[in-house]
Structures are given as structure tokens and as C-alpha cells.
């Protein structure tokens, strides 16, 4: 039905930038929220940012600053900027679209920041 594919990830130094993106395949409708998930090694998945139906952003306190989410509704896809990136930041990075009554996963990309 939905498909989410993440791409963008890799390897990166600290002080490093890199740009994820999330592209969307099938129909998606109504109102939804779009959202970035990290989970690291040995830690939780966790909210790292989020854009809602009406443009907000919402950001884990620890990439503010940093990061910046952002999307294109035409073709229903999902970005991150990443800015001075640290090796906290090391981690799987998912991409999340979900409604009312519905939610959807990409299968992840890996982000790896280290010397």
C-alpha cells in the first residue's frame, strides 16, 4: 500500500553535516503527521523531530539548533538537515508518517558519526 524509503545516511566526521531524505510511495490523505526517529546502539528509539499537518516543528531538546526538518507535500516527502553532528548521533534514522488511524515506517538508514 504506503511505502516509506529512507537515504541519505552514512558515515560522517564530527562537526559534519548530512541531509536525509524520506520518499513516499502510494496515497496518503488527510491530516498527518510527519516525524524522524533515531534509535542508537544499546539506547531506545527516540523522537528526534517532527513536523505537524499545519507546519510546526518540533525538536528533541538535544538537536535543537542542529537540525531541521522539513517536507514537500506534493510528493509527500520527508527531510532532515543534520549540522554539527556528534557522535550522540550515531544511529538508525527512521522515517514516520502517521494519521488518525493509521502509521507508516520506513526501514531506516544508518548514520554513523565518528572520526
Known amino acids: 500500500q504506503v511505502q516509506l524509503v529512507e537515504s541519505g545516511g552514512g558515515l560522517v566526521q564530527p562537526g559534519g553535516s548530512l541531509r536525509l531524505s524520506c520518499a513516499a510511495s502510494g496515497t496518503i490523505t488527510g491530516i498527518f503527521t510527519m516525524n524522524w526517529y533515531r534509535q542508537g546502539p544499546g539506547k531506545s528509539r527516540e523522537l528526534v523531530a517532527q513536523?505537524?499537518?499545519?507546519?510546526?516543528?518540533n525538536y528533541h531538546y538535544s538537536v535543537k539548533g542542529r537540525f531541521t526538518i522539513s517536507r514537500n507535500n506534493t510528493n509527500i516527502a520527508l527531510y532532515l538537515q543534520m549540522n554539527s553532528l556528534t557522535p550522540e548521533d550515531t544511529g538508525v534514522y527512521y522515517c514516520n508518517i502517521g494519521g488518525t488511524r493509521w502509521n507508516y515506517w520506513g526501514q531506516g538508514t544508518q548514520v554513523t558519526v565518528s572520526s
Open positions: 513536523i505537524t499537518s499545519g507546519g510546526k516543528t
